[in-house]
């Protein structure tokens, strides 16, 4: 048995999410209907994060364990033709330690979001980044976004149906970058909760609109009642940008 490690890239439009379920087509089911097409294995893959329905991803992390013999880039290139015409590529693979484990062994994960200010609807964006008509001032979401790093009680930014243990993350990046008409804003951390990154997004555009001052997301967090969120940011301007391993 080995165990390959895959990067996967995916528009996560058409899918549920990441996580194999009964109520439509996931990224993680493409994979091992393709798996299972070149191999005849029922294999379970296994990810860094369960992106949500609609969240993307440029480099996120997987493994699977096959027992057929195969050579690394003979995987990857039998899993991009049976994965057509799926917006899904696998972008690297390789053979990993046995006790190498895409999600556990993560030490950090790192998302972008990504913000387009116009007043014209989106074209060839559309699904792929959130257009705000109004204009946004960076500079305060990124004063605002600073009150949120650390160790804290996510719980305002907790998605109700979040399944997590507790609530404590530690943020340990929240930048929030302008270019031009687009705005994006990286966060870091060794894990996150459920929906806690568009949470965080949405409440520091009301922080961009001057709905909200920079404290008022301070005042939101200390909260730690989701009934304090201002606004959860929709799926299209996620993305899960890459992982981190020892």
């Known amino acids: 048995m080995t165990r390959f490690a895959l990067t996967v890239e995916y528009d996560g439009r058409p899918f549920v999410g990441w996580q194999r379920q009964d109520n439509g087509p996931s990224v993680q089911a493409a994979i091992e209907r393709a798996v299972h097409a070149i191999t005849t294995e029922t294999a379970q893959v296994h990810a860094a994060g369960r992106t949500d329905a609609g969240v993307h991803a440029l480099g996120m992390r997987a493994h699977v364990d096959i027992a057929r013999e195969i050579a690394p880039f003979r995987l990857m ?139 008022d997301m301070a005042a939101a967090l200390a909260a730690r009642d989701r009934a304090a969120l201002g606004l959860n940011a929709p799926s299209d301007g996620l993305y899960f940008l890459r992982a981190d391993y020892p």
């Open 77 to 215: 290139e039998a899993l991009n033709a049976k994965l057509r015409p799926d917006p899904v590529a696998i972008v690297g693979c390789e053979i990993a330690a046995d006790d190498w484990h895409a999600r556990f062994s993560c030490l950090a994960r790192h998302y972008e979001y990504r913000i387009v200010v116009r007043r014209a609807p989106l074209t060839f964006e559309r699904g792929l980044a959130w257009r705000v008509a109004l204009p946004l001032d960076a500079v305060a979401m990124a004063e605002g976004a600073k009150r949120l790093i650390g160790r804290h009680d996510f719980t305002t930014f907790r998605s109700a149906h979040c399944q997590a243990d507790s609530p404590l993350r530690t943020l340990d990046r929240l930048d929030v970058v302008r270019d031009g008409d687009r705005i994006s804003v990286f966060a870091s951390a060794r894990s996150f909760l459920h929906h806690q990154v568009r949470s965080m997004v949405g409440c520091l555009s009301l922080v961009g609109l001057g709905k909200w001052s920079p404290d």
